[in-house]
């Protein structure tokens, strides 16, 4: 058995091997104490108990957390809808010959991701008396588009600039060149970033609750501060929070499938035959 060294590290040897199984095993016991010790205080504090889980048992508590959870994932596809086209509009302006394009982009972008997403959603919702949603799908965009702009760009000069000059060499106009040859190479390379990009604006869709948006963790805040049941405050987050981290593991998990869907080499069907290899008779032999 052959072990392969490394230019970074040195291959550990038998004594470290164990001390590093030793590392993960005091690792394991401290987390597993963190973990009880959670598990413990939930019983200590009574928070299993059958008065604070009672109300998740009527059907009206039911419908108002299926009612918000369709109200947060109809913000986030209308954010999904007018984040990408505003992150690639922007791109092409930041990628573009003309200077003052180039500039105008660049402020915009800038702009947008250095504001803070709440203050932008409730200017909206404040200052120019926009709808809960609508003060949260702007908000939403206008970060999540900006952040997205800087992918695109960045993913399209990634691309070698080998590709490029070869395109122009032959003919193609700058629209052509990104349509045809830069767009398509880096579109492998962005499909990941985009796509946790979206995790992150799924999560801040809670925060229109500040707005009284009845989104998803609204609905949750109402039934723990408007129910007699002595404030089921962790067991509302108990059923919310696993809701929200199974949606953004959703979203992680496709981002990484199309990561190795990206990496994996195109197969190649069909081709000349190969003849074995072997001899070349000689044919004046």
Request: charged share 15%; aromatic share 12%; with cysteine.
């Amino acid at each position: 058995m052959t072990v392969e060294s490394s230019a970074l590290y040195d291959v550990p040897g038998p004594k470290a091997l164990a001390r590093h199984r030793l590392y993960g095993w005091l690792a394991l016991l401290a987390i597993a104490a963190v973990v009880g010790w959670v598990v413990y205080m939930l019983f200590h504090t009574q928070q299993f108990t059958y008065q604070k889980w009672m109300p998740f048992e009527y059907k009206g508590v039911q419908e108002l957390l299926l009612r918000g959870l369709g109200n947060t994932l109809k913000a986030f596809g209308w954010t999904v809808l007018f984040a990408l086209p505003f992150g690639a509009l922007f791109a092409a302006g930041r990628l573009s010959d003309h200077r003052a394009v180039r500039w105008a982009s660049t402020v915009v972008v800038e702009f947008f991701r250095a504001m803070p997403l709440l203050v932008m959603i409730f200017f909206i919702f404040v200052a120019l008396k926009a709808p809960p949603m609508w003060a949260l799908v702007a908000g939403l965009t206008l970060y999540n588009g900006s952040v997205l702009a800087e992918v695109f760009r960045a993913g399209v000069l990634a691309v070698p600039k080998g590709q490029k000059e070869a395109a122009y060499a032959l003919g193609l106009r700058k629209t052509q060149v990104m349509a045809y040859v830069l767009v398509p190479q880096a579109n492998r390379a962005m499909l990941p970033t985009i796509v946790s990009q979206l995790v992150v604006a799924l999560k801040d869709t809670s925060l229109g609750f500040l707005i009284t948006y009845e989104e998803f963790l609204h609905a949750g805040k109402l039934i723990a501060t408007n129910l007699d049941y002595d404030l089921p405050f962790i067991p509302v987050v108990m059923v919310i929070a696993p809701v929200y981290i199974g949606m953004c593991l959703l979203l992680s998990w496709f981002a990484k499938w199309l990561e190795r869907r990206g990496r994996r080499s195109p197969k190649t069907e069909g081709g000349a035959p190969v003849a074995p290899a072997g001899l070349t008779p000689d044919p004046q032999g």
